[in-house]
């Protein structure tokens, strides 16, 4: 029998910590584009480790800490979060066996994201600091930060999966 926190918890203090690493360090770096979004990568990697639940309930959590801390109306990103979750879950590659799906569904949620939501600041009339060309920075960025977020997610998830009996 295993004792300790469970996957949700864990979810919930890897994304504390993520929200609170791109707000501290990431979101001051001067890279050129827009910031990485880490924060959206481990939703990400949630959903594909951890199925449509998991992504949908990471994404919402997580985008809404993202929303508090920023200065745009909030439930945006919580929304659009929640949904990149989803379908990353609906997808759950065995990352194990692959780098390949990862960095293309990253790079594909990342874009889809934060096109749709300078569109709602667009409806909203209101305007993103590095707007287009900082999504092209990001996709890169989170495209670079893949290959080191997926893996470590999917082992924990496989550590914290019970073990199957056999018949």
Request: charge should be neutral; proline fraction near 7%; glycine fraction near 12%.
């Amino acid at each position: 029998m295993r004792t300790g926190p469970g996957p949700g918890v864990l979810a919930a203090v890897a994304i504390v910590a993520a929200v609170v690493l791109q707000a501290a360090v990431f979101a001051r770096l001067p890279l050129p584009g827009g910031p990485p979004s880490l924060v959206l990568v481990l939703v990400v990697a949630i959903g594909l480790a951890g199925g449509a639940n998991a992504g949908l309930a990471a994404g919402f959590g997580a985008g809404l800490l993202v929303d508090l801390l920023s200065d745009h109306p909030v439930g945006i990103l919580a929304l659009f979060f929640a949904l990149a979750g989803f379908v990353a879950g609906l997808l759950e590659a065995d990352v194990e066996r692959t780098v390949l799906a990862p960095v293309v569904v990253v790079a594909l949620s990342t874009a889809a994201v934060y096109l749709a939501y300078l569109g709602v600041l667009g409806l909203l009339d209101r305007s993103a600091a590095d707007g287009v060309r900082g999504v092209l920075g990001t996709v890169a960025y989170d495209v670079v930060l893949t290959p080191f977020v997926v893996p470590l997610v999917a082992a924990v998830a496989r550590r914290m999966a019970p073990a199957r009996r056999l018949p």
